[in-house]
T-cell receptor, first 115, second 118 residues
Framework: GAVVSQHPSWVICKSGTSVKIECRSL??????MFWYRQFPKQSLMLMAT?????????EQGVEKDKFLINHASLTLSTLTVTSAHPEDSSFYIC???????????FGPGTRLTVT | AQTVTQSQPEMSVQEAETVTLSCTYD???????LFWYKQPPSRQMILVIR??????QNATENRFSVNFQKAAKSFSLKISDSQLGDAAMYFC???????????????FGQGTRLTINP
């Protein structure tokens, strides 16, 4: 149990367009979901925390108008990269908490390439 | 704010040998969790082991064990009988046990790339 999926696994988009990444908890209800960004050979950088039905909490330095996060249900959170630019190219990972458990369950990640 | 530091960017070990990865952290809290995560080339994050700060006993999971020194704020991971499948990036992470908004987030170290030599 406790499986988190992400879709798509890999996306290429043109500069100036928007792209949406979905994160789903498949067999549990996720009260909290997290979005991370990871550059090659670097650690995970937390972008934002989202709770179902409320606005996401963004980390300092993350542009909330550029990275739109919606947590519409207890099993789905989406990250939309608006007006994408090549510097937004990265690996994006989501994770989810079940109830108030300690463990975060990670999705497999999405590789975004902006051309 | 809490910080996690991994001072070894890369480590290598011979297959079947033992290796220890280091991690130190800084916090003013007394109750928290510490984790080691593994990220293989697939980039899927895998939980290796966790430690609750209130527990004095070091956590173990098969070939993986930790040396948790709360006063020194040190949390090292020992991998025994290293196997080729252990090759990966390893991240140390901290999580508060406070039940308030924002406290559930993980704070990661920089990572250590572990290579297993056959």
């Amino acid at each position: 149990g406790a499986v988190v999926s992400q879709h798509p696994s890999w996306v290429i988009c043109k500069s100036g367009t928007s792209v949406k990444i979905e994160c789903r908890s498949l067999d549990f209800q996720a009260t909290t979901m997290f979005w991370y960004r990871q550059f090659p050979k670097q650690s995970l950088m937390l972008m934002a925390t989202s709770n179902e039905g409320s606005k996401a909490t963004y980390e300092q330095g993350v542009e909330k108008d550029k990275f739109l996060i919606n947590h519409a249900s207890l099993t789905l959170s989406t990250l939309t990269v608006t007006s994408a630019h090549p510097e937004d190219s990265s690996f994006y990972i989501c994770s989810a908490n079940r109830d108030r458990g300690y463990e975060q369950y990670f999705g497999p990640g999405t590789r975004l390439t902006v051309t | 704010a809490q910080t996690v530091t991994q001072s070894q960017p890369e480590m290598s070990v011979q297959e079947a040998e033992t290796v220890t990865l280091s991690c130190t952290y800084d916090t003013s809290e007394s109750d928290y969790y510490l984790f080691w995560y593994k990220q293989p080339p697939s980039r899927q994050m895998i939980l290796v082991i966790r430690q609750e700060a209130y527990k004095q006993q070091n956590a173990t999971e098969n070939r993986f064990s930790v040396n948790f020194q709360k006063a020194a704020k040190s949390f090292s991971l020992k991998i025994s009988d290293s196997q080729l499948g252990d090759a990966a990036m390893y991240f140390c992470a901290y999580r508060s046990r406070r039940v308030i908004q924002g406290a559930q987030k993980l704070v990661f170290g920089q990572g250590t790339r572990l290579t297993i030599n056959p």
